[in-house]
């Protein structure tokens, strides 16, 4: 099996905020993590990265949240989809001004 591409979007929330999302199968895990998925998926707000969850190699499953790095323990795309969405709405509800 080849590396194959599920997703990759780029969401407007407003004329500041977008969102970056890029999913891929992988025929086996990267260093670091124990499934079979890359991604890199980050929230933009005014040109700056206030929200990312990656897995790049090495590092394993993580996430960037109010400029802190910390484990992410992934289960499924779809969850990892939810978990971030649950976090854009949590870092708008937290940053009104923003």
Known sequence: MKAAELICT???????AFAELVLWRLPKPIKGSSHGFKYRLAYAVRREYVLRYDNEMGKGDHRHFDGKESAYIFTTPDQLIADFQDDIARWNHENPDS
Not at 10 to 16: C, D, G, K, N
């Open 10 to 16: 780029r969401i407007a929330y407003s004329e500041s």
